[in-house]
């Protein structure tokens, strides 16, 4: 009878390492056999900790183990590839890692394979292959797999070389088992596991609070992109209806024809001033918002890709950075004013169409007036630089008012004082008697602007613009049309011949911020992106301001370019 033959399966003769069939076979002491070039190179790696492990059941020889070959085993490969010939492994098997994935520990060779788990007793990561041997032997099921992670070294208590499973709340750091019997003993401490639980419910209410933050600012920049929009649709309703009313003015009064022209190109100019000094803070603080929404995305996405980790360690280490926010918790306080915008400028000017030129020159301040009536939002008080800058305004020295003793320079930003006189041309706009100077353009509305003061004394002020030039009543704060802040060893302020003590802390630069209409003049000390408010004075201003400045002997004073 003849005798069954025995079926081989090539699986069983391949190398754990090399997942290929066995090359010059050699067994270990456990009963494991590898390829001989396979086991030694494995071994090579941790030749410095002096133990030698087998790599499926992970037994440890000391010393290391002196190998030979197994010839019946060789005798059965040979066999094996003369019957059946060599088969490649199967391809589910092999799954080389790419960029940026973790690698298999136990893999040889230029190609290795994407670890699938990494275990946190071995401080190994794994292929399929190579993980199969912690699902099967007894000993090796309760070793605690993890993801596949390249930061295991992490994991281990760089004192005692064991797996960081604790948290100490004294130090907020991960430790080991050891150390809370070393310099962690008596330090309030608890498993990973239930840090982990403590600060997950605490990173769920920070989601909360970032999405709830998220929504009330998207409600803002809703309602101020609906302002601004309606707003500027308003003003061009406005230009288009003032431009046909002027048209039609001007054909039917042709003797004023040249003034109704002009009045028309004023009323646009002014139209579109007061738009753009009403919408340009808007504009601030919609970026400003946006911004904040961005980050507050990015933010939540972070705090949600760390709630899924399974790392425990990779979480702990990673919260106490994102847990926080960098973004205000106060939502800026923004009225928006009923829908009204440049409606009444079209009743005025309709009014205007049928009257005559005195008509005309009595009613231009009230359409003036209607004009810069205009909000696109109620902002709140500035409190910091950031406040101040969506109203900062780009000044400059105005030539045809200097005194002949200042000096001009930096593009007409900076003046200063000096003992020879300067070769001015005569103009009527130029100061005779104080060595003093005024800006060219007008300023109403909201405006800020930053002054740098050397030496030792120098006058910061606004003033209207038809201030006597001719004498000594001209010094900036002796008189009704100007106020002034003198800036030297103490600050003080003077207007109508009348000198306040000013205190507080000095500074070499100086934050103006002028609300026209609410008729505020406040004054800051500017130290890198802080201010401090030390002057704020409240009056009545009648006509539009220029920045002017006074310095002393040899002083200067040079306006800041902030954009």
Known sequence: MAQQGIVLDQDQFCCSVCLDL???????????????????GYWDKDEQKGVYSCPQCRQSFTPRPALKRNYMLAEVVEKLKETRGAQAVPSELTSPAGPGEVTCDLCTGPSKQRALKSCLVCMVSYCQTHLQPHYQVLGL???KLVEATSGLQE???SSHDKLLEVFCRTDQQCICMLCTMDEHKGHDTVSVKAERKEKQDKMILSQQEVQQRVQQREKKLKELQQAVESHKVSGQAAEKDSERIFTELIRSI?????MAERKRSEVKDLIRAQQGAAVRPAEGLLKRLEQEIAELRRRDAELEKLSHTEDNIHFLQNYQSLSGTSVSSDVPSISVPPVQYFKHVTEVVSELRDKLEELIQREWSNISTTVSRVEVFLPPEPKT????????????LDPNTAHIKLCLSKKNMKVSRLNQNQSYGF??????S??????????SGRCYWEVEWKDRTVDIAVSYKDINRTDLSSRFGFNDMSWSLRCCDEYSFTHNSVE????????????VYLDHKAGTLSFYRVVSETVTLFLRIQTTFTQPLYAGFWPGGNDSAEIIKLW
């Open 22 to 40: 066995l090359k010059d076979p050699v067994t270990l002491p456990c009963g494991h056999s590898y390829c001989s070039n396979c086991i030694e």
């Open 141 to 143: 099921k309760k070793h």
């Open 155 to 157: 994991m281990i208590c």
């Open 254 to 258: 042709g003797l004023i024809s040249s």
């Open 385 to 396: 630089r950031t406040d101040l800058l969506p109203y900062s305004c780009q000044l400059s």
């Open 427 to 432: 103009h009527r706009d130029r100061f005779t």
């Open 434 to 443: 104080c060595c003093q100077v005024l800006c060219r353009e007008a300023l």
């Open 500 to 511: 306040t003590a000013v205190s507080g802390p000095q500074s070499s630069r100086v934050g």
